[in-house]
């Protein structure tokens, strides 16, 4: 599976954006199966979790930092996750990649180490 993440730019602090990851080399039937996530990296910071959903039921998991302004949905036969964020502040500024994952356990959304296809990443700047 391939993962092709977009969608990322420069805005100002409150403003949207829209972030899509497309996968490819995969059936949507093969993409349905997987969670999908999405993680950030700021520079000189650790990659951490931000928003998953799941394969099935298309529940969504959200971090803290993002809980309420951030949405991530799925479309299957698109092959496509997305992550919708508003109210965005500076903090928000990172490099956001996408992930799909075969989950095990009750935790696998916010485990990196559970997710086995990455894409390359998008810039989010958000100036204040």
């Known amino acids: 599976v391939q993962l092709q993440a977009s969608g990322g730019g420069l805005v100002q602090s409150g403003d949207s954006l829209t972030l899509s990851c497309a996968a490819s080399a995969a059936s949507a039937r093969t993409f349905s199966r997987y969670g999908m996530g999405w993680f950030r990296q700021a520079p000189g910071k650790e990659r951490e979790f931000v928003a998953a959903?799941?394969?099935?039921?298309?529940?969504?998991y959200y971090s803290d930092a993002v809980k309420g302004r951030f949405a991530i949905s799925r479309d299957n036969p698109k092959k496509t996750v997305y992550l919708q964020m508003n109210s965005l502040k500076p903090e928000d500024t990172a490099v956001y990649y996408c992930a799909a994952a075969n989950p095990r356990g009750s935790d696998w959304y916010r485990l990196i180490h559970e997710y086995v296809y990455w894409g390359q990443g998008t810039q989010v700047t958000v100036s204040s």
């Open positions: 959903v799941t394969w099935g039921d298309n529940n969504p």
